[in-house]
């Protein structure tokens, strides 16, 4: 199958790894590349070195500002499938045609810190696809919580003033545990729902593969016959929805700040595509009102029990980018990028979004011709009356670029919609020039407290943890009363709980919304858990018995697990055995298990720490020791949960521990 976006892009690409000569941008040859030009060997540089000014301007330009929001993200390449024809609800052709394969490109981001801050930070994660259509691109600018903090998209710039790093020390980075993010949120009880999600493990993901996306906002689809329904984009992982823990998240923050871009980078090189199904939550209009939510509200969810997502096709990433900057850091997302049969709704937050993202490029990419840049380009024909401006790439031939034009037979020529031409949905509309907010929008804790409700105990221990140490970081005593006011509202043992623990005031009325509504679409407990593509640390002290270490890797590559061996030095065991990390360049929190094999009598502190870490993180522990009493000072008991004497049980139940991921009843 041809990926019309790959095949457009090698037009663009050049090979600089081929033997070529170097050249200045005028293409003329360089014969020396080391010295500047200058008057005498110990003289002074000549103004007339064209190739050293040359060199010099262009990299005194190379950095761009980055993106106000989203700035530290990564990128891949990859295909949409559709399984079956959405002909009765949409007259877009990559939603009806299935023979189609549609190229997409993929940017995950975290929100809060810049480019260059740590991926494992707790933080909402960007999910945004540009689906490269045959009608043009659809971008899907979706995140990984299905809601959002704010209802009305004129709250962003504060919001995000409140969120980032602050003015005056510009701290902290690549985090929300601050003053003035909590002072935002305690006076804004509509980000009740969102802070939940925030706060809860969805917040740090083990690995982008494995992180559900969200479009958050009600769109509308549009039939050939011009009916409408509402819709709610997910994507589903087929690994599963799987998080870090906080302590190992922090680790990994110092360890790797790359961890997660590593991760998706290796694995798509590896051929281990991450892949996610696209579900649609779809309600007909005439059913806009039958919620106790309003649909419009992007502070609300669908429960999934209510509305059932409805599986329609698959994403699968498999291609890298061949440079960060042209690609990853060029690609622009656009909400108001959307192709026939797919329409906006009323949402407040996603009107103003069609404002913000075009306007956006106009600084961070420079011009009005960002279109233009590969990564952006449709791989349909694109032409209109638009003319000039900064970077022009175009040569547009003929003598008119203006409609309706005599001269050119008024060429390009708006297409009817029969034949593909863009029609907005005519929604009848009428209303008072206002300002103000629909009383529908106004319960703010119900969802909070579902999410709340829906969690497992682990998660929802995790949940207050989080919010202990973010409001346990904060430095104002108001804003950590007024947080948990909020929580208030929303549970009472939860604020009870992290008042106590940040010495916070407890309001005296218990204020909490009553429901036991859960939603178990909402629990990362209920998701799908196995062992493919994870990784297992193998911690050799001593020898190792080669035949059996031979025998556990088959059996991990088995299951599409990767390994890595380490030990105090790297070196060559056998043909097949490899010692890749030392105690010094790899640390548990990098792994998903680790086996500790050791022939000593003591096992060093080093490895104990490796293995108690690992533990402590409930992930699962083999331990093949040839002596017990090696254990003697280690935490790590052999009959806890999830810990594997490989010495008495063969590999395969660590690989079942490796499917399950963590062994919360240690904690419990
Ligand atoms: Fe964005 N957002 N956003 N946002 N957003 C940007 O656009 C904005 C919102 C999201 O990988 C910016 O090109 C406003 C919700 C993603 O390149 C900017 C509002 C959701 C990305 C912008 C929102 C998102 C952005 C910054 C409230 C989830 C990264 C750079 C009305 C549905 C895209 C850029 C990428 C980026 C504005 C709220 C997702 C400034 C005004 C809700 C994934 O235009």
């Not at 193998?538 to 001593?542: F, H, N, P, R, V």
């Not at 720490?609 to 009493?629: D, N, R, Y």
């Given at each position: 199958m041809v990926n019309k976006k790959a095949v457009q892009l090698e037009n663009f690409s050049i090979d600089n790894e081929k033997t070529a000569p170097l050249t200045t941008n005028q293409g003329l040859k360089v014969s020396e590349d080391e010295f500047s030009l200058k008057a005498g060997l110990r003289g002074p540089t000549l103004i007339e070195d064209f190739h050293f000014r040359e060199k010099m301007t262009h990299f005194d330009h190379e950095r761009i500002p980055e993106r106000v929001v989203h700035a530290r993200g990564v990128g891949a390449h990859g295909i949409f499938q559709l399984y079956e024809s959405l002909v009765e609800y949409t007259r877009a052709d990559f939603l009806t045609d299935i023979s189609k394969t549609t190229p997409v490109f993929v940017r995950f981001s975290t929100v809060q810190g810049s480019r260059g801050s740590s991926d494992t930070v707790r933080d909402v994660r960007g999910f945004a696809t540009k689906f490269y259509t045959d009608e043009g691109n659809f971008?899907?600018?979706?995140?990984?919580?299905?809601?959002?903090?704010?209802?009305?998209?004129?709250?962003?710039?504060?919001?995000?003033?409140?969120?980032?790093?602050?003015?005056?020390?510009?701290?902290?980075?690549g985090a929300s545990a601050h003053d003035t993010f909590w002072d935002f949120i305690g006076q804004n009880h509509e980000s009740a729902h969102m802070v939940m999600w925030a706060m809860s493990d969805r917040a740090i993901p083990r690995s982008l593969r494995m992180m559900e996306g969200f479009g958050v906002h009600t769109f509308r689809l549009i039939n050939a016959d011009g009916e409408a329904h509402f819709v709610k984009f997910h994507w589903k992982p087929l690994l599963g929805v799987h998080s870090l823990v906080w302590d190992e998240a922090q680790r990994i923050a110092g360890k790797n700040p790359d961890f997660h871009r590593q991760d998706l980078y290796e694995a798509i090189e590896k051929g281990d595509f991450p892949e996610w199904e696209l579900g649609l939550q779809i309600i007909p209009e005439k059913d806009e009102f039958k919620f106790d939510f309003d649909i419009l509200d992007p502070t609300k969810l669908w429960p999934e029990e209510e509305v059932p997502v409805k599986i329609v096709g698959k994403m699968t990433l498999n291609r890298n980018v061949h440079n960060f900057f042209a690609e990853t850091e060029q690609v622009a997302f656009h909400p108001g990028h959307v192709v026939p049969g797919?329409?906006?709704?009323?949402?407040?937050?996603?009107?103003?979004?069609?404002?913000?993202?075009?306007?956006?490029?106009?600084?961070?990419?420079?011009?009005?011709?960002?279109h233009q840049i590969p990564i952006n380009?449709?791989?349909?024909?694109?032409?209109?009356?638009?003319?000039?401006?900064?970077?022009?790439?175009?040569?547009?031939?003929?003598?008119?670029?203006?409609?309706?034009?005599?001269?050119?037979?008024?060429?390009?020529?708006?297409?009817?919609?029969?034949?593909?031409?863009?029609?907005?949905?005519?929604?009848?509309?009428?209303?008072?020039?206002?300002?103000?907010?629909?009383?529908?929008?106004?319960?703010?804790?119900?969802?909070?407290?579902?999410?709340?409700?829906?969690?497992?105990?682990?998660?929802?221990?995790?949940?207050?943890?989080?919010l202990s140490f973010e409001l346990g970081k904060c430095r104002s005593d108001m804003v950590k009363n007024n947080a948990v006011a909020l929580l208030n509202h929303i549970d009472r043992q939860v604020a009870e709980e992290v008042a106590g623990n940040i010495g916070a005031e407890l309001p005296e009325e218990n204020l909490e919304v009553k429901s036991d509504k859960k939603s178990p679409a909402l629990s990362m407990a209920n998701t799908v858990n196995q062992p493919a593509t994870k990784c297992a640390a193998?911690?050799?002290?001593?020898d190792p018995d080669d035949e059996k270490l031979t025998d556990w890797i088959r059996t991990l590559a088995q299951f599409n697990i990767n390994y890595s061996i380490v030990s105090k030095k790297i070196y060559t065991i056998s043909?097949?055995?490899?010692?890749?990390?030392?105690?010094?360049?790899?640390?548990?929190?990098?792994?998903?298990?680790?086996?500790?094999?050791?022939?000593?009598?003591?096992?060093e502190p080093?490895?104990?720490?490796?293995?108690?870490?690992?533990?402590?993180?409930?992930?699962?522990?083999?331990?093949?020791?040839?002596?017990?009493?090696?254990?003697?000072?280690?935490?790590?008991?052999?009959d806890s949960p999830g810990v594997y004497d490989l010495t008495k049980v063969d590999i395969n139940p660590f690989i079942e521990g490796m499917a399950k991921g963590r062994f919360w009843e240690r904690s419990l």
């Open positions: 971008d899907l600018v979706g995140n990984n919580i299905p809601v959002f903090f704010i209802q009305d998209a004129i709250k962003f710039p504060d919001f995000v003033h409140a969120l980032k790093p602050e003015p005056h020390t510009e701290i902290p980075q797919i329409d906006f709704s009323n949402d407040p937050l996603l009107q103003g979004r069609l404002f913000s993202y075009t306007d956006t490029q106009l600084s961070r990419l420079g011009g009005p011709n960002f380009q449709p791989v349909c024909p694109f032409h209109n009356n638009q003319r000039d401006g900064i970077h022009q790439m175009t040569i547009h031939q003929g003598q008119t670029s203006y409609h309706r034009n005599g001269l050119n037979a008024n060429q390009p020529e708006p297409e009817p919609v029969e034949l593909g031409g863009y029609e907005s949905y005519q929604e009848k509309v009428e209303g008072r020039k206002i300002r103000g907010r629909s009383e529908s929008f106004l319960d703010f804790y119900s969802q909070a407290k579902l999410f709340y409700n829906s969690l497992a105990p682990f998660e929802q221990q995790h949940l207050k943890d989080a193998i911690l050799l002290d001593g043909p097949v055995l490899k010692v890749t990390d030392t105690f010094d360049t790899a640390d548990s929190s990098l792994f998903d298990a680790a086996i500790l094999v050791s022939t000593s009598t003591e096992v080093s490895i104990l720490e490796f293995i108690e870490t690992t533990f402590k993180h409930f992930k699962p522990v083999g331990v093949a020791v040839k002596e017990l009493q090696a254990l003697a000072r280690c935490r790590v008991k052999l």
